[in-house]
């Protein structure tokens, strides 16, 4: 009941703050926003500590979708969302260049936080393949690593 309210309440909000932007953002965006918010309460059901959302550094191009402790561990996390299984894995458009610059923008978050800490890299794959459908969500924990 507490966790029904308390998406609701923040999905409220979200549509209340971006109301006129979003409703300007071409389909393919809005099915993405769609897509890391279902992430964001995944994540959240499994136990995630979110801490921040579509995270932007000034020094790099980009943003992390979510940033999250899943236990003692601090996670970046790339949502890719598809409404269709037929041409390949969402997973899979996380391709080198992109890897590489969610690690710029990883490296420019950490610098801002003291002392070591373990962190990684996590993949959520959102497909909603009928509207009316729940979405089917998987989780690719640790996806890559830094070469």
């Not at 923040?10 to 703050?17: A, T």
């Amino acid at each position: 009941m507490l966790a029904s309210f308390t998406r609701n309440a923040i999905r409220l909000l979200d549509c209340l703050g971006g109301s006129r932007a979003a409703a300007r953002l071409p389909a393919h965006q809005q099915v993405g926003r769609h897509g890391e918010e279902e992430a964001y309460f995944y994540l959240r059901r499994l136990g995630y500590v979110m801490v921040a959302r579509n995270y932007r550094s000034p020094r790099r191009r980009g943003e992390i979708d979510l940033i999250g402790w899943d236990g003692d561990v601090l996670c970046f996390i790339e949502v890719k969302t598809r409404t269709s299984l037929e041409i390949k894995p969402a997973e899979a458009a996380v391709d080198r260049e992109k890897r590489r610059e969610l690690a710029g923008m990883a490296r420019d978050y950490l610098r801002r936080l003291p002392g070591e800490l373990s962190w990684r890299f996590d993949i959520v794959s959102v497909y909603f393949e009928h509207p009316r459908d729940p979405a089917r969500i998987e989780l690719f924990k640790n996806a890559f690593a830094l070469s």
